[in-house]
């Protein structure tokens, strides 16, 4: 292998590897917005769902109280 070789694959690889991570800074910024409105979206579609787990049983409650009392 000669000098000329070896002095460009120690160029190469570290340059490719700059190159590599600065890509991905940039993937990573220009999408992260988009997955943190997806994540809190779904986070506000599963409040609500706890919210209406959370009023049917209070419905189911207080109409079993309701029925409780007529007899």
Do not use: C, H
């Not at 070789?5 to 690889?13: E, K, M, Q, R």
């Not at 590897?17 to 997806?38: D, N, R, S």
């Amino acid at each position: 292998m000669s000098n000329a070789f070896a002095a460009l694959i120690w160029w190469v690889v570290p340059a490719v590897g700059l190159i590599g991570a600065l890509g991905y800074v940039v993937w990573v910024t220009k999408f992260e917005g988009k997955f943190q409105q997806e994540t809190q979206r779904s986070v506000g579609q599963f409040q609500r769902f706890q919210d209406s787990l959370r009023d049917s049983q209070a419905r189911d409650k207080s109409a079993g109280s309701d029925s409780g009392s007529a007899n």
